[in-house]
């Protein structure tokens, strides 16, 4: 007798990207739908939920005229507004603090003069110095960009010392053996060591700059996705701020995005731990 093989049907596995993707889609539409759901049976007419949101969203985004127009201003202005005040002040921020955090780790009398007071702002509410700020620039764009250029210089110092700090004898030694100028110690190899560091850093800073531009811009009425938040909310139209909070998330996602491209594209050496 010869034994005859079945030839079972293959079985079609989706593969380990999209099984995520898929994952996450449905994560998103049982949150959603529990948010409309609970808002619907709790919560008054009013309160925003996914479908007033979906209702309003493309009548937000196409700037078409509405009776809040001459008071929270084009959405599309307002978000340019509020991208280019956090760019500038994570650009200022982030050199500035890419350079404490070198003078920090590598100089033992500006560590002792500097290190706990960075560390007390840091663990200080942004909203607090606010009203500081508004003391020595007044109610304008000025305040919104120091506020910003505060919230992103503090973690990357920090970050950027502790790398310093952590970064093996054994290259120091050789920088001496080779009678490496101190330039080339802190740029050419304290900073490289230093990288992971400056990454995550990064991604706080990035986070804090824009949660500093929306509470300036709310706080201080300027210009800005701030305060089309602000005018909305305060005429009781939550679901077209709404939009715009969506909008703040996405900007915060692309961050993130542009991050992690930048470092596959520029440091393919860099893994994340367990990764």
Not at 15 to 29: I, Q
Not at 55 to 66: D, Q, Y
Not at 160 to 185: C, F, I, M, Q, S
């Amino acid at each position: 007798m010869t034994a005859v093989a079945l030839r079972l049907p293959r079985t079609r596995t989706l593969s380990p990207r999209v099984e995520v993707v898929l994952l996450r889609v449905a994560a998103g539409v049982v949150l959603l739908g529990l948010w409309e759901g609970l808002v619907t049976w709790l919560s008054p007419y009013y309160v925003t939920r996914p479908s007033g949101v979906a209702k309003v969203f493309w009548e937000v985004v196409s700037n078409r005229p509405t009776p809040l127009t001459q008071l929270s201003g084009s959405f599309w202005f307002d978000v340019q507004t509020t991208i280019v005040a956090v760019f500038e002040g994570l650009a200022i921020g982030v050199v500035a603090g890419v350079i404490v955090g070198l003078a920090m780790g590598r100089l033992r009398d500006v560590e002792w003069a500097f290190k706990y007071y960075i560390g007390a702002l840091f663990a200080m509410p942004t909203i607090a110095i606010l009203p500081l700020m508004t003391l020595w620039f007044g109610y304008t764009n000025t305040a919104r960009l120091w506020i910003i250029i505060l919230g992103a210089f503090l973690p990357v110092a920090l970050n950027v010392y502790d790398g310093v700090r952590k970064l093996p004898v054994t290259y120091l030694e050789v920088a001496r053996t080779y009678h490496a100028r101190w330039w080339n110690v802190w740029f050419g190899i304290a900073l490289p060591a230093s990288l992971p560091y400056l990454l995550a850093g990064l991604r706080l800073a990035a986070g804090r700059a824009l949660v500093a531009a929306v509470v300036a811009e709310y706080l201080l009425a300027i210009k800005g996705l701030g305060f089309f938040i602000r005018s909305d909310t305060q005429s009781l139209h939550e679901n077209q701020a709404m939009v715009a909070v969506v909008m703040l998330a996405l900007i915060g996602v692309a961050i993130n995005a542009s991050i992690d491209l930048a470092t596959k594209r520029f440091l393919p050496w860099y893994r994340r731990e367990g990764r």
